[in-house]
């Protein structure tokens, strides 16, 4: 099977990493980035609208998924029988020629779907445009994929896409997935492939195995000569136009930047290496598929693996895969991680990617107002019988794209988790067992720990500071201490990254209404560093941390006054007192409401 990019014409003068000979007459001088990839067919796009509380989500139905991929699988066979196993765009380059970048795995071994279970196949058909697609994938959390930009830009993966999951070959059908939305770095190039990451959040969980990405603390991961190993299903050959039918791997040592950008500009004729957010893998290819090891087109998307995390994303690579001295060059992720992680632990009410405000009325009726970014939507009627609640916040506690609610009951003292399940939103009401609801304080700031399940902080009368690492199903283990006798009378409240580095922060107002900020290190032993004041005055009588709010990608928090007045207060992703940005009005009249979350 073969990818090709937008636009295409059925024969390719340049390839991209992504998958595969296909048209797209790229500038000779510019990267053959890694295109998507080979053939589906669109075959409609018939879907189902869940209940409440999945407002605004759909889901595909499984025929309809089954017929894209049935005529996907169609269309690259004829593609294939039609292209011969040479062109232009599979002549391997030579040193010197000023030719353009492409890839995929040649020189690997098979592997099975059993040793790589995160990895999908991400397929793309939309006949009325004749553009056809394929990518690699890296399931993330649940109901996420990681992937490259290149693979999802300018395309509308909800209405043509197709995940498929837990096969080895390309051939059969796994778990099949339709994509609720797509998200790429906002600063993706096109013409250089820069910036190259994506985010695909499915209609549905998954319940394969999903890998975390590489963090602030992993920098070790991407010392030059670690080996990675790269996961596809992209061309085994740089003088053939058909994908491999069964997933494929290699290992590969990773290339100080200097030596990748010396070898690919030599090769290329000008810098398309970017160093910092890019990375290279592998030895100098030899010119021909003998002795060379390396990515291409079909691979694009796809995970580079080290430390049982994601460390890179198949990007680009010289034209035909192969020239001599060429290397395969992947995203860096870590320095993404922090632009990334929001969009994989985002939670809200209507699936839009962004934090929605929930209020309850003194009647018990619960309503949720959906965010526009940086105004509300109209209040939605949620339901009767809220009366019960201490508190409340929203939370997905094992990532399966739920809307789920962690409160406190009045009647029994206890803390109960509402578990939405998250293709019927019907509601689950679990009682925990391992967290105590007599704490002062209740916070879930997101994976405080850095183990990928999202963590409960809280803080008991005498001041301590605890954080109750989650286990992924709503239970929590053993507490940990982060601060003794500090938070006395303390609010804690925050979710999402607010400094900016990828990792969630905590927030506290005490006493004298200055509000603190403790940031995220990712350790489980030592979950926050010092604080530091971020604001003063904060006299508020409501304060919800919901998570990213504008859909910026930063966490930001919503605050209501004495007279009733809600405000927005945008995170800036700075560790400072300019944490927040310029406050924005949202409603009056907020005074109705006895609970805000």
Not at 10 to 35: E, I, K, Q, T, Y
Not at 442 to 449: C, E, L, N, R, S
Not at 489 to 513: M, Q, W
Request: charged share 20%; proline share 5%; glycine share 12%.
């Amino acid at each position: 099977m073969i990818p090709v990019k937008r636009g295409f014409i059925r024969r390719a003068v340049l390839f991209c990493l992504s998958g595969a000979a296909l048209a797209l007459a790229l500038p000779a001088a510019g990267p053959a980035l890694a295109v998507n990839g080979p053939a589906l067919t669109g075959a409609g796009t018939a879907r189902t609208t869940v209940g409440n509380p999945v407002a605004g989500k759909t889901v595909t139905d499984e025929a309809t998924l089954r017929g894209r991929v049935v005529s996907a699988g169609r269309a690259v066979a004829a593609q294939q029988s039609e292209e011969p196993a040479a062109t232009a765009a599979t002549t391997p380059s030579t040193a010197g020629d000023k030719g353009s970048p492409s890839p995929f795995i040649i020189g690997g071994t098979e592997t099975t779907i059993a040793s790589a279970p995160w990895m999908v196949q991400l397929w793309y058909a939309d006949e009325a445009a004749d553009e056809y697609y394929f990518c690699g994938g890296t399931l993330v959390a649940p109901n996420k994929v990681l992937t490259a930009a290149h693979c999802v830009n300018g395309l509308d993966w909800r209405s043509y896409g197709v995940v498929n999951a837990g096969v080895t070959s390309t051939e059969s059908n796994g778990v099949l997935a339709g994509v609720a939305r797509q998200w790429q770095h906002r600063s993706y190039d096109d013409a250089t492939v820069r910036n190259d990451i994506a985010v695909l959040t499915l209609d549905r969980p998954l319940k394969q195995q999903w890998l975390r990405l590489a963090q602030t603390h992993d920098s070790a991961l991407y010392k030059a000569g670690t080996t990675a190993t790269v996961y596809g299903w992209g061309l085994t050959s740089g003088a053939s136009d058909a994908l491999a039918t069964k997933l494929r791997k290699v290992s590969l040592p990773l290339v100080s930047d200097t030596a990748c950008n010396t070898s690919m500009k030599k090769i290329l004729g000008r810098d398309y290496f970017v160093e910092g957010g890019m990375i290279c893998a592998g030895t100098p290819a030899t010119g021909s598929d003998a002795g060379t090891k390396a990515t291409c087109s079909g691979d694009s998307g796809g995970p580079l693996i080290a430390g049982g995390k994601v460390i890179g994303i198949v990007s680009w690579g010289v034209e035909g895969c192969t020239a001599k001295g060429a290397y395969s060059v992947f995203t860096k992720v870590l320095p993404y991680t922090g632009t990334a992680t929001p969009r994989i632990e985002d939670t809200d009410y209507n699936y839009d990617g962004r934090a929605d405000l929930v209020a309850r009325a003194p009647s018990g009726n619960l309503f949720v107002q959906s965010s526009k970014g940086t105004s509300l939507n109209p209040a939605v009627y949620v339901g009767p019988g809220w009366q019960p609640l201490s508190w409340a916040l929203q939370t997905d506690v094992d990532r399966d794209g739920g809307w789920d609610i962690l409160l406190r009951d009045k009647n029994d003292g206890r803390l109960h988790l509402m578990k939405s399940d998250p293709l019927t939103g019907a509601f689950k009401n679990i009682v925990l067992t391992t967290v105590s609801g007599a704490y002062a304080s209740y916070a879930i700031p997101g994976d405080v720990t850095g183990d990928g399940r999202p963590d409960l902080v809280t803080t008991d009368t005498a001041g301590n500071g605890w954080v109750f690492p989650g286990k992924g199903n709503g239970e929590y283990n053993s507490r940990v201490k982060f601060a003794t006798g500090a938070l006395k009378g303390y609010k804690i409240f925050g979710r999402g990254d607010y400094s900016g580095d990828g990792k969630p922060d905590l927030l506290v107002r005490d006493t004298l209404n200055r509000v603190f900020l403790y940031r995220g290190t990712g350790s489980p032993t030592a979950p926050f560093q010092a604080r530091i004041t971020v604001r003063t005055g904060w006299t508020f009588t409501s304060l919800i941390a919901s998570g990213d709010v504008t859909g910026d990608g930063l966490a930001d928090v919503m605050a209501r006054d004495t007279a009733g007045t809600l405000w927005l207060y945008p995170g800036t992703g700075k560790a400072s007192a300019d944490i927040f940005g310029a406050r924005k009005q949202l409603a009056t009249g907020y005074n109705k409401y006895n609970l805000l979350f």
